[in-house]
Each structure stands twice: as structure tokens, then as C-alpha cells.
């Protein structure tokens, strides 16, 4: 059974930072993508960072720049350094694997709890 443990949420102020790491237990499959989808209140889930088989890289146009996804591969680890954060980062961040990157976060069944990050102005 996989399972997914995320970390690193929490409040900040604009500008400032917050490192997101979710470690994936006993995932063997590949190729494998590991990422960040996010949900802010009443509006959908959106992918904000991804990651795929170690070295393909994707960002939400909102945080290019701002953060940066690593992987740990032998860990099964996947980290979200999110920088000069803004108040419209405010959300629910969830981990997820899977073996591809699909767009529809529906297609994803290892999902994290969800960690809260909340940007105050």
C-alpha cells in the first residue's frame, strides 16, 4: 500500500518562503512522476509543480520562477521549495504519485493529506 506523508506547510507572510516534502512509501513503479497539486477555497484543484521520471519539469505559469521542485529518487521523495510566496498561494497542498503526469488530478489514486499554506498580505 502506497502512502504519501507531506510536510512543510504553514502560515507566512508575502515574500517569504516554505519548503513542501512528501515522502512516498514503498512506490516501485516507472517511469513515475511525483508533483504538488493545489486547491484554494471554492475554486479547482490545479497542478502547481511537477516532476517526471527525475529530470522533466513542470510549473504552473503562477509560480515559475518563484518555486522549484526536486526529487530525491532513491528516497521517493519529492520537495517544493516555494519562494517570494503571494497571498494567492494560499491553499491546500496535496502530493501525489503515479506513473505518469496526467493533467486530471481524478487520474491520481496515491494522494498526501494535504498540507495548509496560507500567505497573509
Known amino acids: 500500500q502506497v502512502q504519501l506523508a507531506a510536510s512543510g506547510g504553514g502560515s507566512v507572510q508575502a515574500v517569504g518562503s516554505l519548503r513542501l516534502t512528501c515522502v512516498a512509501s514503498?512506490?516501485?513503479?516507472?517511469?513515475?512522476?511525483m508533483g504538488w497539486f493545489r486547491q484554494a477555497p471554492e475554486k479547482e484543484r490545479e497542478w502547481a509543480a511537477r516532476?517526471?521520471?527525475?529530470?522533466?519539469?513542470y510549473y504552473d505559469l503562477s509560480v515559475k520562477g518563484r518555486f522549484v521542485i526536486s526529487e530525491e529518487d532513491d528516497k521517493n521523495t519529492v520537495y517544493l521549495q516555494m519562494n517570494s510566496l503571494k497571498p494567492e498561494d494560499t491553499a491546500m497542498y496535496y502530493c501525489?504519485?503515479?506513473?505518469?503526469?496526467?493533467?486530471?488530478?481524478?487520474?491520481?489514486?496515491?494522494w498526501g493529506q494535504g498540507t495548509q499554506v496560507t500567505v497573509s498580505s
Open positions: 501525489v504519485i503515479g506513473k505518469y503526469c496526467y493533467s486530471s488530478s481524478d487520474m491520481f489514486t496515491h
Open positions: 516532476i517526471f521520471t527525475g529530470n522533466t519539469l
Open positions: 514503498v512506490y516501485t513503479d516507472s517511469p513515475s512522476c
